[in-house]
């Protein structure tokens, strides 16, 4: 990271992840400081009985008859390996011919799954989620026929096996299936919120496109899902913005995309998670990247690295710490700390509760649309919460001058967590920051 920001990169695109550490233990935090038409691959699992559920396959053999076959549940001998399909967990089990129901998770890769199945003489492969997958599923290169599932449709078929003294499935191989509903969804893989470094500050950011997302491979098939690919279109977007706005900071970047990020599916509904519930903001952070939005944003919120330096020494790192990540001599006694409620953030997290029932937060924004622009706020207040917003109106005189607000929040019941979003609306902006309030006892 040190290397490439000294050749000048403009965008780091880090496909990364792994456990929260303290910053000054966290080298992409150390190293960061110093610098689609949705789509579905179907394969329908058609029953004995006529029923049919959709899942997904990026394997789709021509030469695979659409034909009934024996169907089996690889858990029926009630071995949990062999539920899983694990590698070599088939020994007495028959299920030469047959296709296959496994269960997904166990730590054992889904092609692996298939590969066993295969390797034991089976002809397909049904992969069914677990209940925390809900419906969740992936489009992958399975070695045979294969469709993978979401939970309820598992449970359907598995009842159907134990109703049925010759239970049988076929594979229906569908292609691409454009224009699926619901789109955009969390995923199950999707890592969630709050942030266990600091809290106060919500996690995650933003979401992206990140699942079954058709890509230039050197082999037959190319598909990648997960954060290897959700990362690079945020990145991506992150360098459109900078070759529009070569002078904007990484913050404002940053708040462009978060603050113009869809929170609603290409229905208008309510973006969905895993279980197909609406998200909360530890799911979907401030919403859906809207890449054409965000290179228009109206105002952002900016950051500088000193913002940073007191944002740390608030959090109660000591001075050798911070020194750690600023790569410089830092005396955090001589620093005006700030809490971290109040890092210039372009969304907001704040803990009520106990001795607490009161908090103000201050913010401040840029204008970077038109000179002459007037801003009013609209706030969604979270439940249990009154929320008002001081002062209620911002008037910009030209272009990035920068006004301070506050928004004050007092607790009038709750419970739990809540969520809600404050809008600075104009003529020709809407600039979206979403809150969190978590309620303690």
């Known amino acids: 990271m040190d290397a490439a920001v000294a050749d000048g990169v403009d965008v780091l695109s880090l496909s990364l992840g792994g456990p929260s550490l303290p910053f000054d233990e966290d080298t992409i935090a150390v190293g960061a400081f110093g610098a689609i038409e949705d789509r579905n691959i179907r394969v329908t699992v058609m029953l004995g009985n006529g029923l049919s559920f959709d899942g997904e396959s990026i394997f789709q053999p021509n030469s695979f008859p659409p034909a009934l076959y024996p169907l089996v549940y690889a858990g029926a001998n009630g071995n ?92 229906l191989f569908k292609g691409t ?54 990362t690079p279109h945020l990145s991506g977007i992150a360098a459109l913005i900078k070759s529009a706005r070569p002078d904007w900071s990484p913050a404002a970047i940053k708040s462009a995309i978060m603050t113009t990020a869809s929170v609603v599916d290409h229905s208008g509904k309510p973006i ?36 940073y330096i007191a944002y740390l020494c608030g959090l109660g790192y000591a001075s050798k710490q911070v020194s750690v990540i600023a790569r410089r001599t830092i005396d955090c006694s001589a620093v005006s700390s700030i809490p971290e409620k109040d890092l210039n953030y372009p969304s907001i997290s704040v803990t009520l509760g106990g001795n607490t029932t009161y908090a103000m937060v201050e913010r401040r924004v840029k204008n970077v649309g038109n000179a002459g622009s007037t801003y009013w ?28 607000f506050f928004v004050v929040f007092k607790m009038v019941g709750g419970g739990g967590g809540s969520q809600g979003y404050l809008k600075w609306v104009s003529v020709n902006h809407e600039v979206r920051s979403p809150i969190s309030i978590t309620y303690k006892h």
Request: with cysteine; aromatic share 8%; hydrophobic share 40%.
């Open 377 to 404: 706020a609209e706030v969604g207040a979270p439940y249990g919460t009154y929320a008002r917003v001081h002062p209620p109106v911002l008037r910009f005189n030209y272009v990035n001058q920068e006004k301070r």
């Open 177 to 230: 299936i454009l224009g699926t509903s619901p789109a955009p969804a969390i995923t199950s893989f999707s890592s969630r919120g709050p942030s266990l470094a600091s809290p106060g500050i919500l996690k995650p950011d933003i979401t992206g496109p990140g699942v079954s997302v058709l890509a230039a491979w050197p082999f037959r098939v190319g598909i990648i899902s997960g954060t290897s690919m959700s």
């Open 80 to 171: 949990p390996a062999t539920a899983l399909c694990a590698n070599g967990s088939f020994d007495g089990f028959d299920v030469k011919g047959k296709i296959v129901l496994c269960d997904r998770g166990g730590g054992i890769a889904r092609l692996e799954k298939g590969a066993a199945v295969l390797s034991a003489g089976g002809i397909g492969m049904i992969l069914a989620n677990q209940a925390t997958d809900g419906y969740s599923t992936l489009a992958d290169a399975h070695v045979l026929p294969a469709s993978h599932v979401g939970f309820a449709a598992g449970d359907q078929i598995k009842a159907y096996i134990n109703s049925s003294s010759n239970p049988t499935s076929a594979f």
């Open 272 to 307: 969905v998670n895993e279980q197909l519930l609406p998200a909360d903001l530890f799911a979907i952070g401030a919403g859906h990247v809207n890449p054409v939005k965000a290179s228009n944003p109206g105002l952002v919120y900016d950051l500088s690295a000193d913002d």
